[in-house]
């Protein structure tokens, strides 16, 4: 059994999150630089088998790819073209930086950690991957 890693993409920093070994709960793993993601996952892999990867959907309120997905596509392809045994699932990753800032502040997170955007990163990932896991509960 393989894990899931979901990956909220940014062209400065790329959040991730990882099930456990049951793919019961999701966890954030880490920030890594884009430029650095395929090696991270090719490291990763080689100790924890992954299953899949669940690459978070920029949208729009208006259920459009918004400008990031210029971005994203590329590096869903390269993702693909480097794991051409894993799947790769798009989820809608829309407001997931909105709860996770908000989430932080519910949870008594310090002000100058909350300004920490690889925070927000990882909680992104995170939030992005438990929505995969909840659509798979039906």
Do not use: C
């Not at 090719?42 to 992954?50: H, L």
């Not at 045994?85 to 989430?103: G, L, N, P, W």
Request: glycine share 6%; net charge positive.
């Amino acid at each position: 059994m393989g894990r899931i890693i979901s990956i909220d993409y940014g062209t400065k920093r790329v959040g991730l999150a990882v099930t456990d070994p049951l793919k019961i709960i999701a966890t954030g793993l880490d920030v890594v630089h884009p430029m650095n993601l395929i090696e991270f996952l090719k490291n990763y892999n080689s100790q924890e088998n992954i299953e899949l990867f669940v690459v978070g959907h920029a949208k729009t309120v208006r259920n459009q790819d918004s400008d990031s997905m210029k971005h994203i596509i590329p590096f869903v392809k390269k993702l693909k073209k480097e794991f051409p045994d894993k799947e790769v699932i798009m989820i809608d990753e829309r407001f997931t930086s909105v709860i996770a800032q908000q989430a932080m502040i519910d949870g008594g997170m310090k002000k100058k950690n909350r300004q920490k955007k690889e925070n927000v990163d990882i909680i992104s990932a995170t939030l992005i991957l438990q929505s995969y896991l909840k659509q798979k509960e039906f």
